[in-house]
């Protein structure tokens, strides 16, 4: 079963919808609601539920704990993930803060930086180490997904070290650049200026309409 | 004519690496080559070049300095956008200091934060304001483009002052939360949570199969 990105993106926004009604204490919800709350339309919600089995009561919706607890099994196996970031600048002192590495799902068990002054220290927490060692502090620490956030020049090294760990599965790259990695490493980027350039097409578009 | 998003991606990867192939004084390239570079089909290049009146000659390709003007007048218009930024902390200091940035096409007029240690001062040559005036500021300096990088309990109090303003024409936030926006106003988000459990998802899939 190869589900499509956009399928999964929405599984992510119910996901967090449904923790927040969660914490609200919240019962039951209507995927009318869901859809409402996250601008989807209602047919969607049902059809991307429906599609892993989950079936809301006519007239009623869906039961909120069970829902939340359903959609967190199809998005992420009930395991840690071990992960590591490399770069240490605003971005990856934004990164390191953000809620998104706060779930119980990750371990941050590792940074890299080229800096001097931040490798060999802690920081939040989690040791630092020079950019040299991250092959073998990868592999040792069997770090399976790899946090980019360095400069467009620096990606393509890390990746390639990232790789010669031998146990790094998946890449999350903020770097704004296209790196090459071997066929069956997942590679996802977010890039800053092309969402940026995006938008500015949209509007422009708007604009000449 | 509306251009779907994964092309405007894909366009906006041509015109990077057109920037680069320009930079380094090339002259011509063919589908073919930028396909290798950017990890997507020959023909997909074709089509999407084409779609937009370019053919490229056969057995040469295309000319690099042409190509590159013509998708940077179809990506945006030969004008400078008037941004603002609020949310000064760590993503947003990484943001004002990020490539997207540092372009031509934007000029970032104003920050704001809450922090009255900030407000009041400038930050990297921009001047930052308190939360509170954000409405008057935004709409005095005729901001079309405000970047979110607050947190996600304040990400739609900031919104709603940007369409206070009523310049505001787009919003590209990085707030982890969904904000409610009136109809005719563009957001785009880039929420990190959502890309680290996209990548999980595929991961835990591949290790299923």
Redesign the interface.
């Known amino acids: 079963?190869?589900?499509a990105?956009p399928t999964?993106?929405r599984?992510?926004?119910y996901?967090?919808?449904l923790g927040q009604l969660h914490e609200e204490g919240r019962r039951v919800v209507s995927s009318q609601q869901i859809g409402e709350?996250?601008?989807i339309k209602a047919s969607q919600v049902r059809k991307d539920l429906s599609y892993f089995g989950e079936i809301g009561k006519r007239g009623v919706g869906y039961h909120v704990d069970r829902l939340y607890e359903h959609v967190m099994t199809?998005?992420?196996?009930p395991r840690v993930?071990r992960i590591a970031l490399a770069g240490v600048?605003?971005?990856g002192?934004?990164?390191l803060?953000?809620?998104?590495?706060k779930?119980e799902?990750?371990h941050m068990e590792a940074l890299f930086d080229v800096d001097p002054e931040k490798a060999g220290r802690e920081i939040l927490g989690v040791p630092c180490y020079p950019f040299e060692d991250m092959a073998a502090v990868m592999g040792e620490k069997k770090i399976?997904?790899l946090i980019l956030s360095v400069p467009?020049a620096a990606a393509q090294a890390c990746v390639d070290k990232a790789v010669e760990s031998g146990t790094v599965?998946?890449i999350?790259t903020f770097a704004?650049t296209?790196v090459v990695v071997p066929e069956g490493l997942?590679v996802?980027s977010?890039?800053?200026?092309?969402?940026?350039?995006?938008?500015?097409?949209?509007?422009?578009?708007?604009?000449e309409r």
Chains 1, 2 share one sequence.
């Open positions: 079963m190869k589900v990105e999964v993106e599984l992510v926004q996901y967090r919808l709350m996250l601008g199809i998005l992420s196996p993930w600048g605003h971005l002192a934004a990164l803060g953000h809620t998104a590495f779930s799902k990750f399976e997904v467009a599965r998946g999350l704004p296209t997942l996802y977010v890039d800053i200026s092309v969402e940026l350039e995006k938008l500015l097409f949209y509007l422009k578009e708007k604009e």
